[in-house]
């Protein structure tokens, strides 16, 4: 199975940035999609950034213009460049893939991203 784990999580105040990112244990040639959710306390995990295999990237409407999602084929790697974060996008973070053959999805164990006022 697809093995996922985030790093770059932490604490950061209102107005810094972090970057996340997620190494995968298999060819990331082999996915379908790629992408970066979130749950914030009391909420629902959301979607925050998805790329496809065709490159096509799709952000969730509370990210556009800060966040950035990009791929490394030779590191097997996504990762998600936050800027200008806020305290709302305090939340634990998780990556995902999708495989094409299967279509099964795999996680990340998640990592905390705080954002102080």
């Known amino acids: 199975q697809v093995h996922l784990v985030e790093s770059g999580g932490g604490l950061v105040q209102a107005g810094g940035s972090l970057r996340l990112s997620c190494a995968s244990s298999?060819?990331?040639?082999?996915?379908?999609?790629m992408g970066w959710y979130r749950q914030a306390p009391g909420k629902q995990r959301e979607s925050v950034a998805i790329?496809?295999?065709?490159?096509?990237?799709d952000y969730a409407d509370s990210v556009k213009g800060r966040f950035t999602i990009s791929r490394d084929n030779a590191k097997n790697t996504v990762n998600l460049q936050m800027n200008k974060l806020k305290p709302e996008d305090t939340a634990v973070y998780y990556c995902?893939?999708?495989?094409?053959?299967?279509?099964?999805?795999?996680w990340g164990q998640g990592t905390q991203v705080t954002v102080s006022s």
């Open positions: 995902a893939v999708e495989l094409i053959v299967t279509s099964v999805r795999y």
């Open positions: 298999e060819s990331i040639f082999g996915f379908k999609a």
């Open positions: 790329i496809t295999s065709r490159g096509n990237i």
